[in-house]
């Protein structure tokens, strides 16, 4: 609780020292599909959003909240998550994050480092993350990268591994093509697999997902993507 604390500290010493020069830099809403092609009741519809406050031109504060519905279980699960930010210039960006997850009224804390960059038509991101719960650790690193192309078209990937306490070893493995319909509206598809790993055994299972975001201010919204364990598993 120590990283929410400094960062709420943050946050009040930015609003009573630069209260005239707050203003809303940039966000987006989303929505998203995704299932496992061999088990389409696997399958999780995803509203979510963020927004991002800026108070000076290197000080930033984005707050992101989503909600999942997970069809195999009947159950929704939230997601509320805040960032700390430093725009060390207009191409590379560090931040510090706590977040945290709900499903059956339990709550799964979690925090992590962040940097990213943009620069022309490439950006990426990279984060690591430590998420706690009675009994079990989870270490997370997360690696992003997309590049856009001509007539509105962007490729891109992703890889997320996580360990739970040593005894689970989760990788997913994505690739993402997006096309802008407008300056503040784009459609995606991905395909990928996820490879669960314990006590000598493993088994992957490809995923794909649809989705449509809109975004507001900086030309990719918010400066971070979404954090949290239901961020790294498709359909469940």
Do not use: W
């Not at 400094?6 to 946050?11: D, N, P, V």
């Not at 599909?33 to 979510?48: E, H, P």
């Not at 997309?146 to 007539?151: I, K, L, Q």
Request: glycine share 16%; no cysteine.
């Amino acid at each position: 609780m120590k990283f929410l604390a400094t960062l709420a500290a943050i946050a009040s010493a930015l609003a009573f020292s630069s209260a005239q020069a707050v203003e809303v830099t940039g966000g987006d809403v989303a929505f998203g599909y995704s299932t496992y092609t061999d088990d389409t009741d696997v399958s999780k519809f995803a509203v979510t959003g963020a927004v991002e406050i800026g108070f000076t031109p290197n000080l930033a504060l984005q707050f992101d909240a989503g909600a999942h519905a997970f069809n195999l279980i009947d159950e929704t699960g939230t997601n509320l998550t805040l960032h700390g930010i430093y725009h060390a210039n207009e191409q590379v960006s560090f931040g510090g994050f706590y977040g945290n997850d709900r499903l059956f009224g339990d709550n799964q804390d979690f925090y992590g480092l962040e940097t990213g960059f943009e620069a022309g038509a490439a950006n990426g991101e990279l984060y690591i993350a430590h998420a706690e719960d009675s009994g079990f650790d989870v270490n997370i690193t997360g690696l992003s990268g997309s590049y856009g192309f001509d007539h509105g078209f962007t490729l891109g990937g992703s890889l997320q591994y996580a360990d739970f306490d040593g005894g689970l070893d989760v990788t997913r493995l994505g690739a993402t093509g997006t096309y802008t319909v407008n300056p503040a509206f784009d459609v995606y598809a991905e395909l990928g697999t996820v490879k669960a790993s314990a006590f000598g055994f493993s088994n992957s299972e490809p995923y794909f997902g649809i989705g449509a975001a809109m975004t507001f201010g900086a030309d990719r919204g918010a400066t971070f993507g979404r954090r949290g364990l239901f961020e790294l598993l498709p359909g469940l």
